[in-house]
C-alpha cells in the first residue's frame, strides 16, 4: 500500500515559511505568510486575550464535551457580530451559527454540508483565490471553477468580467465570494458593486458562500461584515465561514464558525440538525479553550471595547506600512508606481513584482513573498521596511 505512495507538492504558503526558517541571514523578512506582526515583528498575544484567559483560569472548569455545534455562549456572539445584533436574520432566528476549526474548518463544513443537499451543484471561486478553496471544495468532491476578478493592468477587479461569469453560471451553482479584504490580491469589490452582484446571484438563484477570514482589517467591524448583512438580508440561503485567526491573532486555537441564513426558523432548525450531522462525522465536536476565550472578550464589555482598539490598532498599522511603502519607493524608484498598494485592503498586497523578482528577492535579500508577487504588508515595520523598499528598487 504505502510502498506506491507519491510524494505530494508542498503546500506553496506554508512552504516559503519553511524556507525562511532555515536562512540564516539576519537581515531575512518573512513576507510570504498571511500573519499579522506588531512593529517589532513579534506575533502578538492581544491584551483582550490575556485578560480573558486570566479569567477563566480564575474559575477552572473541568472539560466535558462541548455540544456538537460548539459553545452555545460563542456561537451566540459569533452570530451577533457577523449578522448583526438588531438584525433580522437574527431576531427571527432564521440563521444556525456552528463553532468550526478555525476558518478552513468552517470552509470544510459548509462543503461537506453543500455535497450532501447540492450534490450536482458546481463551485465558482475568484481567479485567483486563496489556495486552499479549491483544494477544499475539490475534496469534497465538488467540480471548481474560476470567475474572472483580478485585472492585472488595472492592478484592480475586473468587475464587468466577474459580473458576466455570474449571470452565465447555471442556476444553484455555489458562489465563494471574499466578504472584504480579498486574499491575495487585496482588490475588494466597491459598494455600488457588492450591490450588482447581490442582485444577479438572488435573481439568479445562485448559493453565495462568503468567506470572511479578515473583519476589521479593511476599514473596520461592522463596515467589513456589512456585505454580509446585505446578503442576508436578501434572503437564503446564505453560507458564512468566519475566523478570529487574524482578528484575535489566536492561529494556533482554531477558532472559527460557519453560519447559514435560512428562509426561516423552521428551516434553520432542519438545517442545524443537519449540519450538527457533518461536524459529528468529521471531528464529533469543537475544542473549548479558543471558543471561551472569544465569547469572553465579545460579551464583556470592557474587553469587547479593548478588542475593538486592538484590532484598530492592527488596521492602522497596516495602512501606515502601504503609505511608507509607496513612500519610500516612490523615492527609491520613481518611474514605477505603486499608489495602488494603498488602495488595496487587509493583509496583502498582490505587488505586481514578477516571479523573477520574487526569486532574486529571495536569493539575493532573503526576502520571502509569494511567487504570483503576493506580499503580506502586515510584514512590514519600522526596522524592516527600508531594507525591503531597497531591494524591491533593486529588482525592479
Ligand atoms: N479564508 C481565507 C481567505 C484565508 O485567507 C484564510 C487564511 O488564513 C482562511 C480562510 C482560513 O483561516 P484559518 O486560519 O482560521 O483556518
Ligand atoms: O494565505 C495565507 O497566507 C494565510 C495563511 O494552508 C495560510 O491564509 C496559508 C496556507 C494554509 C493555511 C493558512
Given at each position: ?26 537581515k531575512?523578512s518573512?513576507l ?288 501606515e506600512m502601504r503609505q511608507a511603502f509607496v513612500e519610500k519607493l516612490k523615492a527609491k524608484a520613481p518611474?514605477h508606481h505603486f499608489?495602488?498598494v494603498i ?6 498586497s498582490?505587488s505586481?513584482l514578477?516571479?523573477?523578482q520574487?526569486?532574486?528577492l529571495?536569493?539575493e535579500y532573503?526576502i520571502?513573498a ?5 506580499i503580506?504588508v502586515?510584514a512590514l515595520n519600522s526596522g524592516n521596511i527600508d531594507y525591503v523598499v531597497d531591494a524591491v528598487a533593486q529588482v525592479l
Amino acid at each position: 500500500l504505502l510502498n506506491a505512495i507519491e510524494m505530494a507538492p508542498r503546500d506553496p504558503i506554508l512552504g516559503i515559511t519553511e524556507a525562511y526558517n532555515a536562512d540564516k541571514n539576519p537581515k531575512k523578512s518573512n513576507l510570504g505568510v498571511g500573519v499579522y506582526y506588531d512593529d517589532n515583528g513579534k506575533l502578538p498575544l492581544l491584551e483582550c486575550v490575556r485578560k480573558a484567559e486570566a479569567q477563566l483560569m480564575e474559575k477552572t472548569a473541568p472539560r466535558g464535551y462541548l455540544p456538537i455545534d460548539g459553545l452555545a455562549a460563542y456561537d451566540k456572539a459569533v452570530q451577533d457580530l457577523v449578522f448583526g445584533a438588531d438584525s433580522a436574520v437574527v431576531k427571527e432566528k432564521r440563521a444556525i451559527t456552528a463553532q468550526a476549526i478555525g476558518g478552513t474548518g468552517a470552509l470544510k463544513l459548509g462543503a461537506d454540508f453543500l455535497k450532501r443537499f447540492a450534490p450536482d451543484a458546481q463551485v465558482w471561486i475568484s481567479d485567483p483565490s486563496w489556495e486552499n478553496h479549491r483544494a477544499l471544495f475539490e475534496s469534497a468532491g465538488f467540480v471548481v471553477n474560476n470567475y474572472p476578478y483580478y485585472d492585472a493592468t488595472t492592478k484592480g477587479v475586473n468587475f464587468a468580467g466577474m459580473l458576466d461569469t455570474l449571470k452565465n453560471m447555471p442556476a444553484g451553482s455555489i458562489v465563494l465570494l471574499h466578504a472584504c479584504c480579498h486574499n491575495p490580491t487585496g482588490a475588494d469589490l466597491t459598494d455600488a458593486q457588492w450591490t450588482q452582484v447581490i442582485e444577479v446571484v438572488t435573481s439568479r438563484g445562485l448559493i453565495p458562500f462568503l468567506d470572511m477570514a479578515y473583519q476589521g482589517f479593511g476599514d473596520g467591524i461592522e463596515s467589513d461584515g456589512k456585505v454580509v448583512g446585505l446578503f442576508a438580508n436578501a434572503g437564503g440561503p446564505v453560507f458564512v465561514s468566519n475566523s478570529f485567526s487574524k482578528s484575535f491573532s489566536l492561529y494556533g486555537e482554531r477558532v472559527g464558525a460557519l453560519s447559514i441564513v435560512a428562509t426561516s426558523a423552521e428551516e434553520a432548525a432542519r438545517v442545524l440538525s443537519q449540519l450538527k450531522r457533518v461536524i459529528r462525522t468529521n471531528y464529533s465536536n469543537p475544542p473549548i479553550h479558543g471558543g471561551q476565550v472569544v465569547a469572553t472578550v465579545l460579551a464583556t464589555p470592557e474587553l469587547r471595547a479593548l478588542w475593538e482598539e486592538e484590532l484598530a490598532g492592527m488596521r492602522v498599522r497596516i495602512r501606515e506600512m502601504r503609505q511608507a511603502f509607496v513612500e519610500k519607493l516612490k523615492a527609491k524608484a520613481p518611474n514605477h508606481h505603486f499608489d495602488f498598494v494603498i488602495t488595496q485592503r487587509g493583509m496583502f498586497s498582490y505587488s505586481g513584482l514578477t516571479k523573477e523578482q520574487v526569486t532574486r528577492l529571495r536569493e539575493e535579500y532573503s526576502i520571502y513573498a509569494v511567487d504570483t508577487g503576493r506580499i503580506c504588508v502586515a510584514a512590514l515595520n519600522s526596522g524592516n521596511i527600508d531594507y525591503v523598499v531597497d531591494a524591491v528598487a533593486q529588482v525592479l
